[in-house]
């Protein structure tokens, strides 16, 4: 793979001699995605394991096994932008608890074992029982992960589910962390008026959750299709509740923040609505906003309203899924690579200079955001999380 | 059966007691190591702590750095620059200065000033190369009102935003006052750069670390001058210990009314600026 | 409590102790020391070598440049303006090659294993400081390059050293000479040169208002023919530089007028030619620097003489002899002309 050794951004206006190299690229857009998805998916698991919603019963333990999926590539993107990997553990064993880029090592880590774990409890039965069944290696992996011991009595299942209830609801706050502090990170930032917000983990928070509730929609939605099984609909129907509910607070909070940032209009506002007006129309207004998420809430809007069932339904909540990840995933790109193209001048514009074989490139960026999804592939045939495999217990 | 159920009695005791024994070990285990893992900073924390970092011939105590820039006297040769990419080994293209001049040009008719340094594409054409430097003759056609320079470099402000986001202390501010880099430690994960509201910071391509002015911190205390105040021919750069009363620097911002760049950040830089206008950030 | 419970507990523990002692053992010792950094780099980066060197470094061994520079204007400390050795020259330090990055004690330092750089292509350098641009302050000295030098070399006037001490040219005199005592030997010059120094027709140039340095150095070059004159040869070979400072003072000290032979008017265009003359011979014909010839008043027949003179070879100065060689005879008719016209003051 080409390797240069940096690439340079035209621009216009002026900018200090240093912003020609953009510090945080496509990898840095993925990785608050990638956290975003986690925290979604742990949101829609939670529904179930400590709101008691049972009509999410279906997709609980999928969401659990995809937010572990995607958990365990998160820190990929880092790694890979990371100017020396092999020292990354510095932030952890000599925290600097001023950053907030210090609290990735804790809150991730934190949250790697909480979902380890989580998924552990809810599989044990499952692998409890396929290692007394299988021989061989197989039986003897399960075996491994079950720490030898067999025990699927009513009391170890009562501590099995004590544990799962405390796990989920300590994750919630675990997931806020994990995916607040990222948009704290850019949030507390005085050198960028475009992140410098105090809304920002909010929203971050918020459109994470969107993003995990909408792929947990699409993952069932495809699994049900794959595996032949029928789809409930009062599933599918709950998380779109969800999602619509908090689209619509996540869409007024971006727009409260945009809107605030224009009004106000501090020093530098010209070129920033010089940006707003020019390069932002598409990627910002287009997608972001208006095919992103003011479609899914029409959609879903005019689905409930008109009560639709069956085919119909189903198609519109995985359409408007579908585009509220992009809608997320567009949120990510404006906000970390725009408020790189407005410079810290004030006075100027540069352009992001895309890369494609390079390690930080789209290439990069796009096998981090697969990767999970080939490791879900694996998983789901070690640990089926499906309702009618063995699997499903009484928790 | 009872004998049974008090022989799984005794072997659940045993299992009990082993279980109960292998917490305990564990649990000692665990208290060791922690016990050794912290105890060196308990030890240092009782034992006196060295008060300066070993430097011939220099206490880093009862100092007070800062820097001046005189505007008005610059004549924007950029000798500062080319001297401060020789001293310290920066990358010799136009996209990694520690240091840099802007060139501000009010011209007749035009109320935004223009604006432009000596990275700008326009002057690396009027240079031989991208690692030496020159401001091109821009406005020789057209009228200018009021044009001037100004030199710019890190403020090593006293709350630098770099140093409170880093996540491992790899930047730091030191006793006296210098705001520096430990290449060793860094990461690269370049929030510093971010967070910098000055651009004074940039990632280093070859080293895979970030880097910035030190304000020569290797020749200041050997009780030389930075290299871009020893080259400077005109006098537009002023550094010294604003401890000593009678430094050029304390004189300096004793008789005249100086400035601050981005002073609404609240970091409170150390580079105090004579004769910067207004369209200066 | 449960078997599998107790495991994972027995795990958590072991891993907790496996992270403390994984800690301990990457932990810098020296790692708040001081506060949140790792206390040994403060030392690290101090003990990095510095390359430029200062003044004081080069005098030793470059004893005449320094005295150059050190009593030249690119040493004016009242004015705070000081280009210093190594602005021009690169600094006197290098870096340690082996290091690769990494700060290092060690490197080659001139004139053991470096060398520096003697710039050659001035044209290029000077201007950097020098070149008229709209944002340097007024006080800077500044300059039109293409209207200044044409495509010559600024060292071909300025020794960079010392620039206003010009190339070819000597320290204003120490000890002026008295003009009472030039003017009792200056008997012999009148036939020539006029009987207060203003040549009407006569063989020799006007004198009068001549710059007295610039004066008692072409007498020396009479006398130590590195200048031919079949009358000046034998005229200056008795005379004593004592005799030559006289000289130049008394006729430094007469009055000089618009030249008697000046009859027309040089023509409007000469000005932009003249452009280039007035560097050295001001722009009035009253010369920048005391070692050069006024022109004002000048003879025109005699200025138009030397003029072909420097072109046709048959004088040669480093200065004159390749500008001489752009001008037309039109144009040394109406160069000698115009300064013929000047009035010197």
């Known amino acids: 793979m080409m390797d240069p050794q940096f690439l340079s951004a035209p ?6 001699p240093n912003e020609t190299v953009f510090p945080w690229g496509v990898l840095i857009v993925v990785y608050p995605y990638l956290t975003g998805l986690v925290a979604g998916a742990f949101t829609v698991s939670s529904l179930y394991q400590v709101f008691g919603l049972k009509a999410l019963k279906p997709v609980a333990h999928f969401a659990m096994l995809t937010a572990l999926c995607l958990m365990i590539f998160v820190p990929s993107p880092l790694l890979l932008h990371l100017g020396h990997p092999e020292r990354a553990l510095n932030a952890v064993f000599t925290p600097h608890w001023s950053s907030a880029m210090a609290m990735f090592g804790y809150f991730a880590g934190f949250y790697v074992i909480l979902l380890v774990l989580e998924n552990w409890f809810v599989f044990r039965p499952y692998m409890v029982q396929q290692a007394q069944q299988r021989k061989g290696w197989s039986g003897k992996f399960y075996n491994l992960l079950c720490l030898g011991s067999h025990d699927v009595s009513e009391k170890a299942m009562s501590y099995d589910r004590k544990w799962i209830f405390a796990l989920a609801v300590i994750g919630i706050p675990g997931a806020c962390g994990l995916h ?105 207004f287009v997608l972001q906003i208006g095919v992103g998420a003011v479609t899914p809430i029409i959609t879903l809007t005019v689905l409930f309203w008109r009560r639709t069932t069956g085919r119909f339904l189903i198609v519109g909540i995985t359409v408007s899924a579908v585009l509220v990840l992009l809608s997320v995933l567009m949120m990510r790109f404006n906000v970390v690579i725009g408020g790189e193209e407005i410079a810290k001048t004030g006075k100027g514009l540069l352009t992001f200079p895309w890369e494609i074989l390079h390690r930080e490139g789209v290439l990069a960026a796009a096998s981090v955001l697969i990767a999970p999804f080939l490791l879900l592939l694996v998983m789901i045939r070690i640990f089926p999380p499906w309702e009618d495999s063995p699997a499903a217990e009484s928790h | 059966m009872d004998e049974k159920k008090d022989l799984d009695k005794g072997q659940c005791g045993r299992r009990d007691f082993l279980s109960r024994l292998g917490c305990a070990v564990a649990g000692g285990a665990t208290a060791l190591a922690a016990g050794v893992a912290l105890a060196p900073e308990g030890q240092a924390a009782v034992a006196a702590k060295p008060n300066a970092p070993k430097i011939p011939g220099y206490d880093w105590g009862n100092h007070h750095y800062a820097f001046g820039v005189d505007a008005t006297k610059c004549i924007g040769c950029l000798r500062c620059v080319e001297a401060c990419k020789t001293e310290n080994e920066v990358a010799g293209d136009a996209h990694h200065f520690r240091t840099w001049v802007e060139r501000y040009a009010h011209v007749e008719g035009e109320d935004k000033v223009r604006i432009d340094s000596q990275a700008d594409p326009v002057n690396i054409a009027a240079s031989d190369s991208e690692g030496q430097y020159r401001f091109a003759n821009r406005y020789k056609d057209v009228k200018v009102d009021k044009a001037f320079f100004v030199p710019k470099l890190c403020n090593h402000c006293t709350h630098p935003a770099c140093v409170q986001v880093c996540p491992t202390g790899a930047t730091y501010k030191t006793k006296d006052g210098f705001v520096v880099i430990d290449h060793t430690y860094c990461i690269g994960c370049q929030y510093c750069v971010q967070a910098c509201p000055y651009g004074a910071r940039f990632f280093n391509p070859v080293t895979r670390v970030t880097d910035k002015c030190t304000w020569c911190y290797h020749r200041v205390t050997k009780g030389l001058q930075p290299a871009c105040v020893e080259v400077c021919p005109v006098g537009a750069r002023i550094f010294g210990d604003l401890n000593d009363k009678q430094s050029s620097i304390s004189q300096f911002v004793a008789n005249n009314r100086v400035a601050v760049l981005k002073p609404e950040t609240g970091n409170a830089p150390n580079v105090f600026y004579v004769g910067i206008d207004k369209d200066v950030e | 409590m449960p078997k599998h419970i107790q495991r994972l507990i027995f795990l958590f523990i072991a891993f907790g102790a496996l992270a403390l002692t994984a800690r301990y053992y990457f932990k810098d010792k020296s790692f708040y020391e001081f506060g949140h950094y790792r206390g040994d780099s403060v030392v690290e980066i101090a003990r990095d070598k510095p390359k430029y060197k200062g003044t004081a470094y080069c005098q030793s061994c470059h004893a005449p440049q320094f005295a150059e520079w050190s009593k030249g204007v690119h040493n004016s400390a009242d004015i705070g303006k000081i280009v210093k050795c190594e602005v021009c020259h690169g600094p006197g330090g290098g870096r340690d090659p082996e290091s690769g990055y990494m700060h290092a004690a060690t490197g080659p330092d001139h004139p053991k294993d470096l060398k520096l750089i003697v710039p050659t292509d001035t044209r290029k350098l000077c201007p950097l ?30 020794n960079p050293h010392s620039p206003k001490t010009l190339v070819g040219s000597i320290v204003p005199l120490l000890h002026p000479g008295n003009p009472a005592t030039g003017k ?35 007498l020396g070059e009479y006398k130590a023919g590195k200048r031919n004159n079949p009358i000046m040869n034998p005229m200056a070979a008795g005379l004593s530089p004592g005799d030559m400072e006289d000289l130049g003072a008394y006729f430094s000290g007469l009055k000089c007028e618009v030249a008697p032979d000046a009859l027309n008017q040089a023509s409007a265009g000469i000005k932009a030619k003249a452009a280039i003359c007035a560097n050295c011979h001001g722009t009035n014909g009253v010369a920048t620097s005391r070692s050069w010839p006024n022109l004002a008043g ?25 500008l001489a060689k752009d001008l037309s005879d039109a144009d040394m008719e109406n160069l000698a002309a115009h300064y013929a016209n000047a009035v010197c003051k």
Not at chain 3, 143 to 155: L, M, N
């Open chain 1, 11 to 16: 621009f216009t206006g002026y900018v200090y």
């Open chain 1, 180 to 284: 607040g502090y990222v948009g704290f990170l850019f949030g507390s930032l005085k050198s960028r008026e475009w992140w410098s917000s105090d809304m920002m983990p909010i929203i971050f928070l918020f459109s994470a959750i969107i993003s995990g509730t909408a792929l947990v929609i699409v993952l069932y939605v495809v699994s049900c299709l794959i595996r032949k099984v029928r789809i409930a609909e009062d599933c599918i129907k709950l998380m779109a509740y969800t999602l619509w509910g908090f689209v619509m607070f996540t869409l007024v909070m971006e727009l409260a923040e945009f809107g605030n940032l224009v009004y106000k209009g501090r020093e530098g506002i010209d070129t920033i609505m010089e940006f707003v007006s020019t390069r932002l129309i598409i990627p910002f």
């Open chain 3, 129 to 158: 400081c020098h070149e008229k641009l709209e944002a340097r302050p007024a006080a800077q000295a500044q300059i039109v390059i293409d209207e200044h030098a044409g495509t010559q070399q600024c060292t071909l006037c300025h």
């Open chain 3, 184 to 218: 009792s030997k200056a008997a012999a010059c009148l036939g020539c040169h006029g009987a207060v120094g203003i040549s009407q027709g006569l063989p020799g140039p006007t004198l009068a208002g001549q710059n007295p340095a610039y004066l008692a150095e072409k």
């Open chain 3, 298 to 322: 000048q003879s025109k027949d005699y200025l138009v003489t030397a003029l072909k003179a420097y072109k046709a070879g048959e004088r040669t100065n480093i200065v004159m002899s390749p």
